[in-house]
């Protein structure tokens, strides 16, 4: 299905937008907060990359509060509540990882997943977005493409002994995230952006950077598929 076109008028002011833009927003706030928390987790487990880490984690602040500034300009409060409750799984096995001194899984969960289901969701959203909000989330999602770079490329390095964490981290996380998506269709729907859209564009991400990391043709169809049930 086609996304969409940019023409295409949204009412940005009506009781529905602003209803179903109080939770997606939300999303993006919590998302972008449980990002700045994680990658200061990983300074402790990577101190030699602290520096980089910390720097990543400043993004994400500045990010969440453009989402705010976003949300304040449509008077929307965002039901973060909400939004807690819908990272709640992602975020619990992260913090369990990270106590295990789980370094691969403490990447892909952020590295990969949150930055990957991230980008999806930017992309999808940018062309239907109010001219306010399209102006951040531009500027964001160029930035989450240097986060996802920084998993890829310590994963790519340490590929070999990653791997069957790797496997084992994506049959645990990744069913997640498509209750994740089911779970905000109908809000996203409201807002122009269709769910196979953001499933589609979230595999290819997420794929591309299996991929990139070392993973065979074969290896990352059978790892992006796992658990699907959109």
Same mark, same amino acid.
């Given at each position: 299905m086609q996304q969409l076109e940019a023409g295409v008028e949204l009412d940005y002011q009506s009781p529905t937008y $602003?209803?179903?833009?109080?939770? /997606?927003?939300?999303?993006?706030?919590?998302?972008?907060?449980?990002?700045?928390?994680?990658?200061?987790?990983l300074t402790k487990l990577l101190p030699d990359q602290a520096?980089?880490?910390t720097r990543l984690s400043k993004m994400e602040s500045r990010h969440k509060k453009g989402f705010?500034?976003?949300?304040? #300009?449509?008077?929307?409060?965002?039901?973060?509540?909400?939004?807690?409750?819908?990272?709640?799984?992602?975020?619990?096995?992260?913090?369990?990882?990270?106590?295990?001194n789980k370094i691969v899984t403490c990447l892909l969960i952020q590295s990969l997943i949150i930055e990957c289901f991230a980008i999806a969701a930017y992309?999808?959203? /940018?062309?239907?977005?109010?001219?306010?909000?399209? +102006?951040i989330t531009e500027g964001v999602v160029?930035?989450?493409?240097?986060?996802?770079?920084?998993?890829?490329?310590?994963? +790519?390095?340490?590929?070999?002994?990653? $791997?069957?964490?790797?496997?084992?981290?994506?049959?645990? #996380?990744?069913p997640l995230v498509w209750k994740m998506l089911n779970q905000v269709?109908?809000?996203?729907?409201?807002?122009?952006?269709? +769910?196979?859209?953001?499933?589609?564009?979230?595999?290819?991400?997420?794929g591309e950077a299996l991929e990139k990391i070392g993973f065979n043709k074969r290896e990352l169809v059978r790892l992006s598929m796992h658990g699907l049930a959109v």
């Open positions: $602003k209803d179903a833009y109080s939770r /997606i927003n939300a999303i993006v706030i919590e998302g972008e907060q449980e990002a700045y928390e994680n990658y200061l987790s520096e980089d880490l705010q500034a976003c949300a304040r #300009n449509l008077s929307v409060d965002p039901d973060m509540d909400f939004a807690r409750e819908f990272f709640a799984g992602l975020h619990g096995n992260f913090q369990k990882a990270a106590e295990e992309n999808i959203y /940018i062309p239907v977005a109010d001219a306010f909000a399209r +102006k160029q930035d989450e493409y240097t986060h996802l770079n920084f998993g890829e490329e310590w994963l +790519k390095a340490n590929f070999e002994a990653s $791997k069957a964490e790797l496997e084992e981290a994506n049959r645990g #996380n990744l269709a109908d809000d996203a729907d409201v807002l122009g952006m269709e +769910k196979e859209a953001l499933v589609e564009d979230f595999m290819i991400q997420y």
